[in-house]
């Protein structure tokens, strides 16, 4: 069947036109090797393919395909199919997704620097959408984009040839671009150097991605996909692999101790920037945005949207290590959180895990707090006693009251005026209450003496201590005696109301 | 009855032969589309008729400035690069976007301004509905403009004998050598 | 005598062909289109025409199949319809089980659409006015700035489409045309106009040779992604595509 419209589309390339513009018609790109004797880890063209064509093998997530054992470019076949399924998000919630391969992320692709990629997209009968493809590790218009619209029920090919090596963004650049990432349309590629990765125990596939429905997070029942979020960037998912739990309990990732494990963790928005990190754990390398230079020794590292980058990391201890985007709330309310399992001895001398669990007493001078704890008992059990009361106000009073006042109450002379057989006290009960509450300047004269000092506002005392501590004072050295209740201090307190003025 | 043999002969050939001729149009030939077209001569005729010999088709409009005029240069550069003999067992056909500009008048005096060769060429127009489903048999898409212009693509596609789209190039101003290439092999098939 | 008259006349009246298709009437009058008439912001202006109410359904398909054979899948030629044409009939001539007489149409492809249309005196509708038909609720004429219309649009391109398409005659909008949006991707006369890049994140690249004269379209309005998705299907398609979501209703001029 002749595709006649789509070689019209797929002309971008190699169209040229003389007549219509002055520039000398583009011929293809036909790289030659850079001059420089550049590390062969560096963009490059190997030349033509030798050897038989060969199918790529495609995995699905969390799966890497096997590492390429080759020195020599090669043609290598892809061939993707785009699905659009129904297919849970969260417990109990159904959001349509439209996928490269029948997962979110879509298959993982892997092939080697110079490589000659004969891609085929094909979308399935089923699709509503047309679907295309834009591979950030293609050098040409849309990164294939312009080559690959397919509608429903056909396929496109198309050829490029991997020139940069390293690990990069694959998604759906159709009309509304936005809402097909959004719908899970994205995946990696890895171009390995000429020379390959160095071996590791494990390598992994992970990325994040945001999602936007109508409904709550976790609310039930299929969603739909909501634009505006989108447009607002107020994602309701932040998920790792396109469904909360793709990385935990049965679907953990794994590893034993004393192994060394790589993360090819790519990042398709549309619309999040990930802080990604694992918590107990140091990357011991990382590839900053999937480029060739490497950083060592990281906590988190950012991965941009539409971006992917490569960490290594070597496990000593045994654990679950939690995989999240540090923009914490995203782990915790978005489910932006994955597990890997490592399983094996224990080392202490890494690690410890809770040696002792020793008691911790708070900062109150007073070691012994029960009377005040009886107090209150008995207050909350309606049988609270003056003696009790005296008790308590006894045990705080100290640290607080006999800063100032001293432990005897006899304060200190010309700064702070005594409680003990204070006559200013006994001239008015019921004041103690507002200046114990609301504090006290101005001259006073308490036992003959003038005093003209600050007194603050105890307002970390609540009514009951406060009730509690005048009981004591009161009844102490040869004070009239008395009793304060909560409820009279609670009263004078929202009686006198802010900064009164202490009658002489 | 000397002459009856003879003539039952020549009258089996003539019907025997219009019996054995046309075998069924393969099901992807641009032929089964039914189009009437009217040539810069005036003349009528179905697209169809041109079963039986290769074509190198294109669509334009003679008021188009930009790319048309080198439609029409590319098709005569690339028939021109074919050899005499493989040359003569094609023909040209330049169907119009715009019959409601493109009168015979006009496809006439624009074949003869360009130096067309009516027995090569043919300049075409055809109704309105009909220009749009040749569009859509030969793959190429165009759009009117408020101020009479086009918008279009730019092809040169050929057909084979039996109207099967054989080969198709973008390369529009220039040769293109893979083009040339397969008109040589679709027209000498054997 | 009478009787045999009167049964005659009655069987006549059932071998009629089924009541002939509601086409509704639409003023038509300047458009702010997603597509500008001149390619870059024009509007467009669409003329005062008629437009079928319902899609055309496997039932009145049928008919037409039966009364023109060489449009049954199993005679069409491939380069009129592809090889998925009709395939979700039992049969070149029977529905089948599976595909409802009420349901519409789909899987059929441009060249089959028109020739339906023209055997109903019709015509496809050309993307203006399927855009100005489309743009109405039940209440306006112009509903696109109601996110409500958007949304419902994009609520059906959400839907997974494995489930089995639902009968035509859905609510009807201000113009008495029902199931404009939410059934079924609809051709148009002028499909193959809608010349946007194919990689839509292209617009306003200066590649005039592609289609000579203007470039790609520029798509305005571009929050209204609901018809760019439309205007993506259709532009992704070739004349002779079918697809499983793909239907057709026709048009008349006044």
Same mark, same amino acid.
């Given at each position: 069947? =002749?595709?006649?419209?789509?070689?019209?589309?797929?002309?971008?390339?190699?169209?040229?036109?003389?007549?219509?513009?002055?520039?000398?018609?583009?011929?293809?790109?036909?790289?030659?090797?850079?001059?420089?004797?550049?590390?062969?880890?560096?963009?490059?063209?190997?030349?033509?393919? #030798?050897?038989?064509?060969?199918?790529?093998?495609? $995995?699905?997530?969390?799966?890497?395909?096997?590492?390429?054992?080759?020195?020599?470019?090669?043609?290598? !076949?892809?061939?993707?199919?785009?699905?659009?399924?129904?297919?849970?998000?969260?417990?109990?919630?159904?959001?349509?997704?439209?996928?490269?391969?029948?997962?979110?992320?879509?298959?993982?692709?892997?092939?080697?620097?110079?490589?000659?990629?004969?891609?085929?997209?094909?979308?399935?009968?089923?699709?509503?959408?047309?679907?295309?493809?834009?591979?950030?590790?293609?050098?040409?218009?849309? +990164?294939?984009?312009?080559?690959?619209?397919?509608?429903?029920?056909?396929?496109?090919?198309?050829?490029?040839?991997?020139?940069?090596?390293?690990?990069?963004?694959?998604?759906?650049?159709?009309?509304?671009?936005?809402?097909?990432?959004?719908?899970?349309?994205?995946?990696?590629?890895?171009?390995?150097?000429?020379?390959?990765? /160095?071996?590791?125990?494990?390598?992994?596939?992970?990325?994040?991605? @945001?999602?936007?429905?109508?409904?709550?997070?976790?609310?039930?029942?299929?969603?739909?996909?909501?634009?505006?979020?989108?447009?607002?960037?107020?994602?309701?998912?932040?998920?790792?692999?396109?469904?909360?739990?793709?990385?935990?309990?049965?679907?953990?990732?794994?590893?034993?101790?004393?192994?060394?494990?790589?993360?090819?963790?790519?990042?398709?928005?549309?619309?999040?920037? =990930?802080?990604?990190?694992?918590?107990?754990?140091?990357?011991?390398?990382?590839?900053?945005?999937?480029?060739?230079?490497?950083?060592?020794?990281?906590? $988190?590292?950012?991965?941009?949207?539409?971006?992917?980058?490569?960490?290594?990391?070597?496990?000593?201890?045994?654990?679950?290590?939690?995989?999240?985007?540090?923009?914490?709330?995203?782990?915790?309310?978005?489910? %932006?959180?994955?597990?890997?399992?490592?399983?094996?001895?224990?080392?202490?001398?890494?690690?410890?895990?809770?040696?002792?669990?020793?008691?911790?007493?708070?900062?109150?001078?007073?070691?012994?707090?029960?009377?005040?704890?009886?107090?209150?008992?008995?207050?909350?059990?309606?049988?609270?006693?003056?003696?009790?009361?005296?008790?308590?106000?006894?045990?705080?009073?100290?640290?607080?009251?006999?800063?100032?006042? #001293?432990?005897?109450?006899?304060? *200190?002379?010309?700064?702070?005026?005594?409680?003990?057989? =204070?006559?200013?006290?006994?001239?008015?009960?019921?004041?103690?209450?507002?200046?114990?509450?609301?504090?006290?300047?101005?001259?006073?004269?308490?036992?003959?003496?003038?005093?003209?000092?600050?007194?603050?506002?105890?307002?970390?005392?609540?009514?009951?201590?406060?009730?509690? !501590?005048?009981?004591?004072?009161?009844? &102490?050295?040869?004070?009239?005696?008395?009793?304060?209740?909560?409820?009279?201090?609670?009263?004078?307190?929202?009686?006198?109301?802010?900064?009164?003025?202490?009658?002489? | 009855?000397?002459?009856?043999?003879?003539?039952?002969?020549?009258?089996?050939?003539?019907?025997?032969?219009?019996? %054995?001729?046309?075998?069924?149009?393969?099901?992807? =030939?641009?032929?089964?589309?039914?189009?009437?077209?009217?040539?810069?001569?005036?003349?009528?005729?179905?697209?169809?008729?041109?079963? +039986?010999?290769?074509?190198?088709?294109?669509?334009?409009?003679?008021?188009?400035?930009?790319?048309?005029?080198?439609?029409?240069? &590319?098709?005569? *550069?690339?028939?021109?690069?074919? @050899?005499?003999? $493989?040359?003569?067992? !094609?023909?040209?056909?330049?169907? /119009?976007?715009?019959?409601?500009?493109?009168?015979?008048?006009?496809?006439?005096?624009?074949?003869?301004?360009?130096?067309?060769?009516?027995?090569?060429?043919?300049?075409?127009?055809?109704?309105?509905?009909?220009?749009?489903?040749? /569009?859509?048999?030969?793959? *190429?898409?165009?759009?009117?403009?408020?101020?009479?212009?086009?918008?279009?693509?730019?092809?040169?596609?050929?057909?084979?004998?039996?109207?099967? !789209?054989?080969?198709?190039?973008?390369?529009?101003?220039?040769?293109?050598?893979?083009?040339?290439?397969?008109?040589?092999?679709?027209?000498?098939?054997? | 005598?009478?009787?045999?008259?009167?049964?005659?006349?009655?069987?006549?009246?059932?071998?009629?062909?089924?009541?002939?298709?509601?086409?509704?009437?639409?003023?038509?009058?300047?458009?702010?289109?997603?597509?500008?008439?001149?390619?870059?912001?024009?509007?467009?202006?669409?003329?005062?025409?008629?437009?079928?109410?319902?899609?055309?359904?496997?039932?009145?398909?049928?008919?037409?199949?039966?009364?023109?054979?060489?449009?049954?899948?199993?005679?069409?030629?491939?380069?009129?319809?592809?090889?998925?044409?009709?395939?979700?009939?039992?049969?070149?001539?029977?529905?089948?089980?599976?595909?409802?007489?009420?349901?519409?149409?789909?899987?059929?492809?441009?060249?089959?659409? #028109?020739?339906?249309?023209?055997?109903?005196?019709?015509?496809?509708?050309?993307?203006?006015?399927?855009?100005?038909?489309?743009?109405?609720?039940?209440?306006?004429?112009?509903?696109?700035?109601?996110?409500?219309?958007?949304?419902?649009?994009?609520?059906?391109?959400?839907?997974?489409?494995?489930?089995?398409?639902?009968?035509?005659?859905?609510?009807?909008?201000?113009?008495?045309?029902?199931?404009?949006?939410?059934?079924?991707?609809?051709?148009?006369?002028?499909?193959?106009?809608?010349?946007?890049?194919?990689?839509?994140? #292209?617009?306003?690249?200066?590649?005039?040779?592609?289609?000579? +004269?203007? +470039?790609?379209?520029?798509?305005?309005?571009?929050?209204?992604?609901?018809?760019?998705?439309?205007?993506?299907?259709?532009?992704?398609?070739?004349?002779?595509?079918?697809?499983?979501?793909?239907?057709?209703?026709?048009?008349?001029?006044?």
């Amino acid at each position: 069947m =002749s595709r006649p419209l789509s070689t019209v589309l797929a002309a971008l390339a190699v169209f040229a036109l003389a007549a219509c513009s002055d520039k000398p018609p583009a011929s293809p790109a036909a790289a030659t090797p850079p001059a420089s004797t550049s590390v062969a880890s560096e963009r490059g063209d190997f030349g033509p393919p #030798q050897g038989e064509p060969i199918k790529a093998v495609l $995995t699905s997530p969390p799966h890497v395909p096997p590492p390429i054992h080759r020195n020599y470019p090669a043609k290598v !076949i892809v061939e993707l199919e785009v699905i659009e399924k129904e297919m849970p998000i969260s417990e109990g919630v159904s959001y349509t997704f439209w996928t490269f391969g029948g997962t979110v992320p879509g298959s993982f692709i892997r092939v080697r620097q110079g490589d000659t990629v004969e891609f085929h997209l094909k979308n399935a009968p089923d699709s509503k959408m047309p679907h295309n493809i834009d591979l950030h590790g293609v050098t040409g218009p849309g +990164g294939g984009a312009a080559s690959s619209f397919t509608a429903p029920g056909h396929a496109s090919q198309f050829t490029f040839k991997a020139l940069n090596q390293g690990i990069y963004v694959y998604h759906c650049a159709t009309a509304p671009v936005g809402m097909h990432i959004a719908n899970g349309m994205y995946g990696l590629i890895l171009v390995e150097p000429p020379e390959g990765l /160095s071996p590791v125990d494990h390598e992994y596939y992970v990325m994040q991605g @945001d999602f936007y429905t109508t409904g709550k997070y976790r609310e039930k029942g299929h969603q739909p996909f909501d634009m505006e979020k989108a447009i607002d960037e107020h994602p309701t998912y932040v998920l790792f692999n396109g469904k909360e739990g793709a990385l935990t309990g049965d679907n953990a990732l794994t590893a034993k101790t004393n192994e060394t494990v790589r993360l090819f963790i790519g990042n398709g928005g549309p619309n999040l920037v =990930s802080s990604f990190h694992v918590i107990g754990e140091i990357f011991d390398k990382v590839q900053p945005e999937g480029g060739t230079v490497a950083q060592h020794n990281v906590q $988190t590292t950012l991965i941009p949207a539409g971006g992917a980058a490569t960490v290594e990391f070597h496990t000593d201890v045994p654990g679950s290590y939690v995989l999240v985007d540090h923009s914490i709330f995203r782990a915790f309310n978005k489910g %932006a959180l994955g597990i890997l399992k490592v399983d094996g001895p224990e080392n202490k001398l890494v690690y410890s895990g809770k040696e002792v669990d020793y008691v911790y007493l708070g900062d109150r001078s007073e070691p012994n707090l029960k009377a005040v704890a009886t107090a209150a008992k008995a207050h909350a059990a309606g049988t609270l006693t003056k003696d009790e009361q005296i008790a308590a106000g006894k045990q705080l009073f100290t640290g607080t009251c006999s800063v100032c006042h #001293q432990a005897n109450g006899e304060g *200190l002379a010309n700064v702070f005026p005594p409680l003990a057989k =204070s006559d200013f006290l006994a001239a008015d009960p019921k004041r103690a209450m507002t200046i114990v509450t609301h504090g006290l300047t101005g001259k006073i004269t308490v036992n003959g003496h003038e005093y003209d000092s600050v007194m603050p506002p105890m307002s970390q005392l609540n009514d009951d201590e406060v009730a509690n !501590i005048l009981t004591y004072v009161i009844n &102490s050295w040869d004070n009239p005696g008395g009793q304060y209740s909560k409820e009279d201090v609670a009263k004078a307190r929202a009686e006198a109301g802010p900064h009164a003025d202490p009658g002489h | 009855m000397k002459h009856l043999l003879p003539v039952l002969a020549l009258l089996a050939v003539l019907f025997g032969g219009r019996a %054995a001729a046309a075998p069924p149009l393969p099901g992807d =030939s641009v032929y089964n589309l039914p189009v009437q077209l009217t040539t810069q001569d005036g003349q009528q005729q179905m697209l169809a008729e041109r079963r +039986g010999r290769p074509q190198l088709v294109t669509m334009f409009y003679t008021s188009c400035q930009m790319v048309c005029p080198m439609i029409i240069d &590319s098709l005569r *550069l690339t028939r021109n690069a074919l @050899d005499p003999a $493989t040359r003569a067992k !094609i023909d040209l056909l330049a169907v /119009s976007f715009d019959p409601a500009k493109d009168d015979v008048a006009t496809l006439k005096s624009y074949a003869e301004k360009r130096k067309l060769d009516p027995r090569i060429w043919t300049l075409a127009r055809a109704e309105p509905a009909q220009v749009r489903q040749l /569009s859509g048999v030969l793959g *190429l898409q165009y759009r009117q403009l408020p101020d009479g212009e086009f918008n279009h693509s730019s092809e040169l596609i050929l057909l084979d004998a039996e109207g099967r !789209i054989a080969a198709r190039t973008t390369l529009i101003g220039r040769l293109d050598p893979a083009f040339v290439k397969a008109i040589g092999e679709t027209v000498n098939k054997p | 005598m009478r009787l045999r008259l009167a049964l005659a006349w009655f069987g006549l009246v059932l071998a009629l062909p089924a009541a002939a298709a509601e086409y509704a009437a639409l003023p038509g009058g300047t458009f702010a289109s997603v597509l500008p008439a001149d390619g870059k912001a024009a509007a467009a202006q669409v003329a005062p025409f008629r437009l079928r109410t319902e899609l055309v359904t496997n039932g009145e398909y049928l008919a037409f199949v039966r009364e023109h054979p060489q449009w049954r899948r199993d005679k069409v030629a491939g380069i009129l319809a592809d090889a998925r044409y009709l395939t979700q009939w039992a049969g070149a001539d029977d529905l089948g089980e599976q595909a409802l007489p009420r349901q519409p149409v789909t899987r059929v492809s441009w060249f089959a659409a #028109q020739a339906y249309c023209a055997s109903e005196g019709a015509r496809l509708p050309s993307w203006y006015e399927w855009e100005f038909a489309a743009a109405a609720d039940a209440s306006r004429r112009d509903a696109r700035a109601d996110p409500a219309w958007r949304e419902n649009i994009l609520g059906w391109y959400s839907r997974p489409s494995n489930a089995a398409l639902p009968a035509v005659g859905g609510a009807a909008n201000v113009y008495g045309v029902r199931d404009m949006n939410g059934l079924v991707w609809e051709w148009v006369d002028d499909f193959n106009a809608l010349m946007v890049a194919s990689d839509s994140r #292209q617009q306003g690249d200066p590649d005039l040779l592609k289609f000579c +004269g203007a +470039g790609a379209i520029s798509l305005q309005e571009k929050e209204n992604y609901a018809v760019l998705m439309r205007i993506a299907m259709l532009s992704a398609l070739k004349a002779a595509d079918t697809t499983n979501n793909l239907g057709f209703r026709c048009a008349k001029s006044n």
